[in-house]
């Protein structure tokens, strides 16, 4: 597609110019896109300048010295609480009103969806065009009493008196006067009026009406550090704070209508998340609820440190706390119920004792103990014998200071080398080259593990040690009754086990400026502690990395828009010579941004930067998980994930993955399979992820992006440079290759079957092949069923062996119309050219054999043509038992001459040859046959008797070997059951190949492997048992695999090798159709292979698909995540605010820098489709 495809399509242009302004403006409609009465306006004029005209009375009077300034903001308080009232219950009064409105006939439907017909300036229809209401009583009455608490407020926070009483002089008190009253009526209006769209948009929808909060929420906040300036005088930090918040007053309203200023919601969040990860020492938290509930522990922590009077107990308490905090303690507590649980199951527990034992983390709980144990005693004995001096070079915390940044320096270069890529740029020679199958791979990375565990050992015991000995050592403990030390301490102890690696590179910073600035007199040593210190490192640190990471993103945008041909657009030109020219403001939005930490938002995605609203780090309002685009394909991923997480954990563990930080985005990749790995939440010796699948069935943008993501990490895993640190090719690229995973899983291989299937020699040597299949199906199918003793038994009781006809058979009076007969031939057989195929066919009522046969009532059907037997109701009485066995329907058959009728096949029913035939006996059903004798005869010729022996003696069915082969002897010897064998089986077989006995065509294959059968009596027949007919079934599509197999591997040589294909197909092997339930659960419980049949109609040949369970690595690389945040913010801006949901839109067109259309598909639902999104699972890394 080219890139000049329209950003916004014709009626999303206009409907995006009527909704901009009314964001501005904070509601009023004046841009309608179609003629309105000018009272319309007017009224909204009104409704817009009430707050002003009532607040300016309160500010007359106070300017001539009638009120005093609390009694002026009371006044405009109580009358702006009187007109909000008036103006909310006009409207609830207007609703209950019915108007009849006349629509103008127009032809553009689009249009005609907005437009509305007004009768008068103040008509029912009128009032709820401009005041729509609430929907809840109880936001009337808040809001309402919110509007007057605002304009009472905000008439005190714009007092010209005051305004240049804080200035010193009255130059910019008219403009900071009537612009702040603008921005104040903008968020009454949007308070009781009308709440516009806002473009900082994070729930889809409103349902607490939240939205008209939002602005309010902004004035009143800065309305609360004017009222402390009152309160709190002479403090020049504070008064200088109100000076620049009066200016940055009146630019609100671009601040709402840039986006930039988040909802209350998202706002609560993000600030939660921030104070618990930079100001407690937390990590980000998987969900909502875990989030608030860590929040409110770890500040009771702070608060609790605070007040403990002992400087020992205070330590000793944050440390245990903070290991304690950073445990993943639900995890933990599930795995010790679920191991409780099973103990008191009883004998369960015994059989099952082993699985509880590998499921309980004995392990994990035993070195969390000892850790904290050593922690706890180290801390003790250090604060309490250690002697605490001041900053200096030669003291016992610099020592320990040094021997971190030794630890810091170390663990970071054996995580490096763990990955491919050291610092995203250079290729890591120590990283096994050419890494193209598992058993390669495991046998190169054997040393890199070794490095691991040493690393592992290192970071989970060695360095929270080294931390907790620098934390003990400092003098700072000794005034522990200061908020700045609790706050700074408890943070620090907290990291030590929440992030190790951060807080290793935080104290490594601080113990470095204090051997470099070892001076008292500067503010760095003399006015923080070192608690403090560290706080401000981690956010520095923090801020530094995201700036980083936004300036790339904005460059990766900026050059591909130039450099990518499919990117370039007309405008690209003239936006890259802005961008270069206003490069310094480029920097301030991506400086801003990061201070902020909200994400860099490139509006649709074209290098024109704005400042994203602040959000928490998983981007979306709800539980990650919870929602996806649930397909047939999504079973894989159900199959791979607990896979994946096993293997993540070990890659984890040892570092492959980088640094892991709560917001971390990954890739892997593997054949048609793509997973998004996003990291939740980070602890010590854990983190909680979520998986990802997109979709398999890829659209052109999609394959594009897939394909660049492969010849990524082929550039990386597969190619060998003859350089030991050669660059890497593709930094610009938002996603840079980590390392491969061993996981088992299933490979997806397509072949063309045409020439195999189609073949005349294969389809003449699949009648006799489908033969032996049903016969050993059936015979292994019998054997294995419960037997019923007293059926044997009674067959036994009779004294002689009789063969019974079947009576004479009588045409059926209730025949059909001959329209009747056409309209059946039509829809059964047109179905039946061999012209058009499906790659699975499908059939009304008949995705499923066991649903289609209900179709079939025991009874003969009445069809056209058909001949029905008498029913046994009318039969006479004593012969009532034995007609009883057996019902048949002769169906289709030409009509001939009643004294010529052919006789149906007579059915043994006598006493089997050996007692121990009942074990491998047919099931009684399944005995009477539906074929003329004719048929019957020529079946006693097709059946391979002697392949029937061979499958009789190869039974295991008995308990004692001693019996068994006498046992055998006799069954293979017995007449009777055998001819029960022939019977089911060659029914069975015209059945499935139809009564001609022809050979099959490719195309009959194909639609009898779909389940769909040509009509016989003998398929009548089979419909009526369901479970012969599933076993005729799977006997065809295992006659099928084995024609592939022969036609690849070479023929057969003897029975022996035949029985293994079949025995393995039973064991090893699912054969059947993609869209059946059986497929999914054969995935699910790993079979470990799979087969099906289809035809591609574009290509014109038969395909099969052959899913094979093995171990297979998968590629992993890791996201630029400030890219992922950016165009997920563009996505929510452009689907939540602009409603530009083209699915051809250009935010969405392949972007192989960006990897676009995949970011897209990874967003949360509805905005993404993911067909497949995990729950937070836990990883341990221990």
């Not at 709820?128 to 009472?152: D, E, M, Q």
């Amino acid at each position: 597609m080219s890139p000049d495809v329209p950003l916004l399509n014709d009626y999303k242009q206009d409907f995006f110019l009527k909704r901009l302004p009314q964001t501005i403006l904070g509601g009023p409609r004046l841009r309608l896109g179609y003629w309105a009465a000018p009272y319309i306006y007017v009224n909204q004029i009104i409704l817009f300048l009430v707050p002003w005209v009532l607040g300016g009375v309160g500010t007359l009077l106070y300017q001539v010295s009638i009120l005093k300034d609390y009694y002026t903001a009371a006044l405009s308080g109580g009358l702006m609480l009187v007109a909000a009232l008036v103006i909310q219950f006009t409207s609830i009064r207007a609703k209950t009103k019915s108007v009849t409105v006349e629509r103008i006939p127009t032809t553009d439907i689009l249009a005609e969806e907005d437009e509305h017909e007004f009768t008068s300036c103040a008509g029912a229809e009128t009032v709820r065009f401009l005041i729509p209401g609430k929907k809840y009583i109880a936001n009337t009455f808040l809001h309402s009493v919110l509007a007057g608490l605002l304009c009472g407020l905000g008439t005190w926070y714009l007092l010209p008196s005051r305004i240049t009483l804080l200035y010193g002089s009255a130059g910019g008190t008219a403009p900071l006067f009537i612009l702040g009253w603008i921005t104040l009526c903008i968020g009454e209006y949007s308070l009781i009026v009308n709440t516009p769209i806002e473009t900082a948009t994070f729930q889809t929808q409103d349902t607490y009406e939240i939205t008209p909060l939002m602005r309010p929420l902004y004035i009143f906040f800065f309305v609360s550090v004017d009222l402390a300036h009152r309160l709190i005088k002479n403090t020049p930090a504070l008064q200088h704070v109100n000076q620049i918040l009066h200016i940055l007053f009146v630019f609100l309203p671009f601040l709402w209508a840039f986006g930039t200023l988040p909802p209350p919601d998202a706002l609560f969040l993000w600030a939660m998340e921030q104070v618990l990860e930079f100001g407690l020492g937390g990590s980000s938290m998987s969900t909502h609820l875990r989030l608030l509930i860590m929040f409110i522990i770890s500040t009771g922590t702070a608060v609790t440190s605070y007040f403990i009077p002992s400087p020992v107990g205070a330590v000793l308490f944050m440390t245990g706390l903070g290991f304690l905090l950073s445990l993943n303690l639900s995890d933990i507590s599930f795995a010790v119920r679920r191991s409780m649980t099973r103990n008191r199951a009883g004998t369960k527990a015994q059989t099952s004792s082993g699985a509880s034992e590998r499921c309980f983390p004995w392990k994990e709980i035993l070195l969390h103990v000892t850790v904290l144990v050593l922690a706890l005693l180290e801390t003790s004995l250090l604060h309490h014998f250690a002697g605490f001096s001041q900053i200096s070079k030669s003291s016992s915390q610099a020592i320990v200071g040094h021997i971190v940044l030794i630890l810091f320096i170390v663990l970071w270069i054996l995580r490096e080398i763990q990955s491919i890529y050291i610092l995203g740029i250079f290729r890591n020679p120590f990283y096994p080259k050419d890494v193209r199958t598992v058993a390669v791979f495991l046998g190169k990375q054997a040393k890199l593990l070794k490095v691991g565990v040493v690393r592992r050992i290192l970071l989970t015991v060695v360095s929270p040690l080294a931390l907790i000995a620098f934390l003990s050592l400092d003098n700072s403990l000794q005034g522990l009754h200061s908020v700045s030390v609790s706050i700074g301490f408890t943070r620090a102890f907290r990291m030590v086990w929440q992030n190790t690696e951060n807080a290793l590179l935080e104290t490594a910073i601080v113990s470095t400026v204090h051997s470099l600035i070892s001076s008292t007199d500067v503010w760095w040593n003399r006015s923080l502690n070192t608690g403090i210190r560290l706080l401000l490192v981690g956010i520095m640190c923090d801020r530094l990395i995201q700036f980083i990471y936004k300036l790339q993103f904005a460059m990766t945008v900026l050059l591909a828009s130039w450099m990518e041909k499919k990117q370039h657009r007309t405008t690209t030109t003239a936006l890259c010579t802005l961008n270069i020219i206003f490069f310094p403001c480029v920097l301030v939005i991506i400086a801003f941004s990061t201070l902020l930490s909200s994400p860099l938002l490139p509006l649709f995605t074209l290098p024109v930067f704005l400042v994203g609203f602040p959000r928490p780090a998983q981007s979306w309002p709800g539980t990650v998980g919870t929602a996806a685009c649930v397909c047939a394909d999504t079973v894989y991923y159900d199959q791979m994930v607990p896979r994946l997480t096993a293997s993540l954990q070990a890659a984890m563990a040892a570092g492959s993955f980088g640094l892991l930080l709560p917001g971390s985005h990954y890739l892997g990749r593997f054949q048609d399979r793509l997973i998004w790995i996003m990291i939740l939440e980070c602890g010590y010796t854990y983190c909680c992820i979520n998986i990802k699948g997109l979709e398999l069935q890829e659209t052109s943008c999609h394959t594009a992006e897939a394909r660049r993501v492969d010849e990524l990490f082929e550039s990386a895993f597969e190619q060998e440079y003859p350089r030991v640190c050669s660059l890497n090719e593709h930094f610009g690229n938002v996603l840079t290759p980590c390392t491969v995973l061993p996981v088992k899983l299933y490979s997806d291989a397509r072949n063309v079957l045409t020439g195999i299937i189609d073949c005349h020699e294969n389809l003449s040597s699949f009648k006799g092949d489908l033969i032996k299949v049903l016969v050993f199906t059936l015979i292994q199918y019998c054997s294995r069923r419960p037997k019923k003793q007293e059926n044997f038994h009674k067959i036994e009781s009779k004294e002689e062996t009789s063969q019974i006809d079947l009576p004479p058979l009588k045409t059926s009076p209730h025949l059909k119309s001959p329209e009747d007969t056409d309209s059946f031939k039509s829809e059964t057989f047109d179905d039946w050219s061999d012209d058009i195929f499906d790659d699975e066919p499908k059939v009304e009522k008949r995705k499923e054999g066991n649903n289609w046969l209900k179709d079939f009532p025991g009874a003969a059907l009445p069809i056209p043509g058909s001949v029905d037997s008498e029913r046994v109701a009318d039969l006479p009485a004593g012969t009532t038992s034995a007609h009883s066995l057996y019902r048949a329907v002769l169906l289709g058959y030409p009509a001939v001459d009643r004294g010529k009728q052919e006789s149906v096949a007579a059915v043994p029913l006598g006493k089997l040859g050996s007692s121990h035939s009942h074990l491998v006996s047919v099931p009684e059903e399944w005995r009477p046959s539906c074929l003329p004798r004719s048929k019957m005869e020529e079946m006693s010729s097709l059946f391979p008797e002697d392949w029937y022996q061979f499958v009789l003696s190869q039974l295991k069915c008995f308990h004692l070997e001693a019996m068994a082969s006498t046992a055998l002897e006799e069954i293979a010897k017995d007449k009777v059951l055998k001819d029960f064998y022939i019977h089911t089986v060659m029914t069975c077989y015209f059945g499935l190949l139809g009564m001609d006995n022809m050979v099959p065509t490719a195309g009959h294959i194909v639609r009898v492997y779909n389940g769909i059968l040509p009509w016989s009596s003998a398929l009548d027949w089979l419909v009526v048992k369901p479970e012969l007919f599933q076993l005729a079934l799977k006997a065809f599509r295992y006659t099928l695999k084995l024609m592939v197999d022969k036609a690849s591997l070479g023929p057969i040589e003897d029975f022996k090798e035949l029985k293994g294909y079949l025995e393995e197909y039973e064991s090893d092997w699912y054969i059947g159709l993609v869209s059946e339930e059986k497929w999914k659960e054969a995935v699910l419980q790993e079979k470990p292979c799979l087969f099906a049949l289809g035809y591609d109609p574009h290509m014109g040949v038969y395909t099969g698909r052959v899913l094979t369970l093995q171990e297979v690595l998968v590629q992993v690389g890791k996201l630029n995540a400030e890219a992922v945040r950016g165009q997920w913010a563009n996505l929510s801006w452009e689907l939540l605010y602009a409603t530009n949901d083209d699915e051809e839109r250009y935010s969405i067109q392949a972007h192989p820098l960006l990897l676009r259309n995949l970011t897209v598909q990874a967003a949360e639902p509805p905005l993404g489709y993911p067909i497949y999104s995990s729950k937070p699972l836990s990883v341990r890394r221990c």
